[in-house]
């Protein structure tokens, strides 16, 4: 399963980056809203902290399918073909995105809360397709389950599209998708530290430094240790 970031946060990005094996960063028009910076300035210093081979998605906010692609267009233009446009699952959506895949345009299907919204953009030609899971088990209903049915669909109908599970709130939601194997993920920047963030782990490895410390000295490491063999 690949893993992205959901956030627009500079910092947080680089933290996360820096240390964990990210595979790209998605972003929305409410998620660099929350920055409060030039959305354009934010993307290339998002791409640029990807590098060239990270996955960077970002949304088209026309509402209209010919808005729409020519967003497509200037979002691949100025951020590289590794970037992926998102189109909202609306019937607008479907339209710009049967022209986007006419003119050789990723795109990933967004705001999606039911399966077939999943299938029509997998349809399309669309790379991705992006299930809200925490914003549908908000609305009583199981977003997980709603995403392993997309996962099922895409496998099952031989589609050539990939899921990008989005909207968690928890990382058990995350673990119950990568069980089923689905493509990838993406999760805020506290989700993400959240997979290790435990007690009993910050516990075990100040034990094995504390008694390594004892048997030699403060700061012995296994690399002096070996030095004077
Ligand atoms: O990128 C869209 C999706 O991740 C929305 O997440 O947390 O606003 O439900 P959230």
Known sequence: MKLCIDDADI??????VDVYPIDGVSTNPSILAKTGQNPAEVLKEIRSIIGAEGELFVQAVSLDAKGMVEEGRAIAKALGPTTLVKIPCIPQGYKAMKQL?????????????????????????????????????????????VTKDIHDILTKNKMDCQLLAASFKNSQQVLDLAKYGIGAATAAPEIIEGFVKNPAVDAAVAQFASDFEALTSPGTTMVDIFQNQ
């Open 101 to 145: 895949k006419k003119e050789g345009i990723r795109f990933i299907g967004t705001a999606i809360y039911t399966p077939m919204q999943a299938y029509l953009a997998a349809a399309c030609g669309a790379d991705y397709v992006a299930p809200y899971v925490n914003r549908i088990d908000n609305m009583g209903f199981d977003g997980v389950q």
């Open 11 to 16: 910092e947080k990005i680089r933290r996360i």
